[in-house]
Each structure stands twice: as C-alpha cells, then as structure tokens.
C-alpha cells in the first residue's frame, strides 16, 4: 500500500467512527522518521479507544502493518505508529494542551486555534 492509499485509508477509518478535527500534516521535510501525522480527536475514553482501534482493524485489513500502538490503557492520548504515517487520536483538551500542530508546522482546527488564542 502506498503513503496516499494509506493516508485515505487512515482518514476513512477516523471519519467512520465520528472522529473530528482531522488533521494531516506532511513532515516528510521535518523528519526522516515518518512522512505524515494524522491528529483526531475524540469525545470520551470510549471514542479515542474506538477510533484507534477502527484505524489498526482498517489498516490490517487494507495489507498494511501497525508497528505499534501506544495509551490504550488511559485513553486520553494515544498514539498509532504506521511506519510511514503516525497517527494521535486525543481528546480535545489533551490535544490544545500539547498542541502537537505548532510543533510540526500544521494550521490545527479552529476550534483549537481559538483556545490557544483565548489562553494567550
């Protein structure tokens, strides 16, 4: 599977569990790590576990692998390594705490940037 195939594939399985504020940032310049971050946020425990559960079960089912999987005890961040593409599926307010997309160069959805901008 290549970086777009996966990249849709990854988008399809946040939207399909009602995931919101979906980002896509290309880091292929910043990092030779990995070439894309893909941030969502979900609502509750019980949607941030769904989303990145729906992503891994996509992902496997597509023929791609899933390196590894990380805070699916706590729920509130949790962090689905791809290989090529990095996915966070957080709750809202641990993600305008951290603001991972000023750290990497992506615009973060309004609703974030308009809770960074009220703080500051």
């Not at 089912?61 to 990095?86: K, M, P, R, T």
């Not at 000023?102 to 500051?120: F, S």
């Amino acid at each position: 599977m290549n970086l777009i195939e996966l990249e849709k594939l990854v988008v399809a399985a946040l939207e399909d569990i009602k995931g919101h504020d979906i980002e896509v940032i290309d880091t292929s310049r910043l990092t030779s790590l990995f070439e894309r971050m893909v941030i969502a946020c979900g609502d509750s425990h019980r949607q941030v576990k769904s989303l990145a559960r729906n992503v891994q079960e996509k992902v496997r089912a597509g023929g791609a692998h899933v390196l590894s999987c990380e805070g699916e005890e706590v729920g509130e961040w949790i962090l689905v390594d791809l290989g090529d593409i990095i996915v966070h599926v957080m709750q809202p307010a641990v993600r305008s705490y951290y603001n991972l997309e000023e750290l990497w160069g992506g615009k973060g959805p309004l609703r974030v940037r308009q809770t960074i901008a009220a703080a500051g």
